[in-house]
C-alpha cells in the first residue's frame, strides 16, 4: 500500500510536536555552596530565601512563585504583592508555606544558608551564598549559574559585562583616591568593615587603599571604632553604610549624616575634602551581591570619584 506524503509529513510533524518537550527537557548540574544537585528540567515554581537572588532574577526576568516576608528593599518592593507567596523571614523560613508552594527549586544563601539541610528536605534546594574571600567573581559566576538554570545564559553574560565594566572604570580612580576606610553606622556607634566584610571587595578588588590591614569583619556593626580612630587615621575617603536606614529603623533618616557630624571627624582630610560617601543602605547591607545592588553601588562610588579632583586628574 502506497503511503500518502501529505499525513506521512503530518505524521512526522505531530511526532515531532509531541517529543519537543522531551528533548528540552535536558537535566540541568549545578554545583552550588553544599555541594551539587541535579535538576531534571527548568524549574517552574521558583521559592527564593536569599535577597541577592531575588535581585539576580529580577535581573534576568525570571519569575518566582515565592520570596521572603516583610519589607523588602524598595526595587524589589513589588514582590510584596499578595500573588507571591511568603515562605518566612530570612533567618526562619516558614516550613509549612514552603510546603504548600510546591516548590520545583529552592534557593537559599547567606542569611538564610544555615536552614540549607531543614530547607532540601521538602524540596531541590541550592545555596548561592557568595564567597567572602572571591566576593565579586563569586557574585558573578552566581549570576551565571542563574542564567544557566533558566536559560537566560545570554543575559546573564551580558549583566557581568555590564559590570566588568564598571568595574574597570572604578579602578581607574581608585588608584589616585588615597587612603580610605569603610564605615558602618549603627545606633549612633561607628564601626569599621575590612577587606573580607561585605564591602571588602572595595579594597580587595576595586583597589582602594584601607587605613588600616587589620580589621576584624565577624561583627555585623564592624569592627567597633572611635571617632578619634578617624581623627588619627586621617582617611582620604570615607564610605559608609547605614545600618540603621537598612533594617528600616524608626527616625534612621540621615542618621549616618548626623553620627559623623562632629569635631572630631571634621579633622579629617575627608570631611574637609567633601569625601564621605553615603552609600545606599539596602544595596550594600540588606543585598549586597546581587547585580543591581553591586550595579548602585560601583555607579554611586564612581560618581562620587569624578565628582571630585580625584576625576579630573
Not at 515562605?87 to 520545583?104: H, K, T, V
Not at 559590570?163 to 561607628?190: M, Q, Y
Not at 574637609?272 to 552609600?279: A, G, M
Request: hydrophobic content about 45%; proline content about 5%.
Amino acid at each position: 500500500m502506497k503511503k500518502h506524503p501529505f499525513l506521512f509529513a503530518c505524521a512526522l510533524a505531530g511526532l515531532a510536536l509531541f517529543l519537543a518537550p522531551f528533548a528540552q527537557a535536558q537535566p540541568i548540574r549545578i554545583t552550588h555552596a553544599k555541594g551539587e544537585l541535579v535538576l531534571p528540567a527548568v524549574p517552574k515554581r521558583v521559592l527564593v530565601l536569599d535577597v541577592p537572588s531575588l535581585d539576580n532574577l529580577d535581573a534576568l526576568g525570571v519569575e518566582v512563585a515565592g520570596v521572603p516576608d516583610g519589607n523588602l528593599v524598595p526595587y524589589l518592593a513589588k514582590y510584596q504583592a499578595a500573588k507571591y507567596a511568603k515562605i518566612g523571614s530570612l533567618f526562619e523560613p516558614n516550613y509549612e508555606a514552603i510546603n504548600a508552594a510546591r516548590p520545583d527549586l529552592i534557593i537559599i544563601g547567606g542569611r538564610s544558608s544555615s536552614k540549607y539541610k531543614e530547607v532540601a528536605a521538602i524540596a531541590p534546594t541550592i545555596d548561592l551564598s557568595v564567597d567572602a574571600d572571591n566576593y565579586i567573581e563569586s557574585a558573578k559566576a552566581n549570576l551565571a549559574t542563574l542564567g544557566r538554570i533558566f536559560g537566560k545564559e545570554r543575559r546573564a553574560a551580558e549583566l557581568n559585562t555590564a559590570l566588568d565594566a564598571r568595574l574597570a572604570a572604578l579602578k581607574g580612580l581608585a588608584a589616585g583616591a588615597g587612603r580610605t576606610v569603610i564605615v558602618t553606622t549603627n545606633a549612633g556607634r561607628i564601626g569599621a568593615y575590612g577587606p573580607r566584610s561585605r564591602l571588602g571587595w572595595l579594597h580587595s578588588t576595586v583597589g582602594f587603599n584601607t587605613v588600616m590591614d587589620n580589621i576584624d569583619d565577624r561583627f555585623h556593626g564592624g569592627d567597633i571604632i572611635s571617632f578619634e580612630f578617624l581623627m588619627e587615621k586621617n582617611p582620604d575617603w570615607i564610605f559608609v553604610i547605614s545600618r540603621d536606614a537598612a533594617i528600616g529603623q524608626r527616625n534612621a533618616e540621615n542618621a549616618a549624616e548626623k553620627v559623623l557630624d562632629n569635631e572630631l571627624t571634621h579633622q579629617t582630610t575627608a570631611w574637609k575634602k567633601q569625601q564621605i560617601v553615603y552609600l545606599d543602605p539596602p544595596s550594600a547591607y540588606i543585598v549586597g551581591s546581587g547585580y543591581q545592588a553591586l550595579s548602585n553601588l560601583l555607579g554611586q562610588v564612581h560618581d562620587a570619584l569624578v565628582a571630585s579632583k580625584v576625576g579630573k586628574k
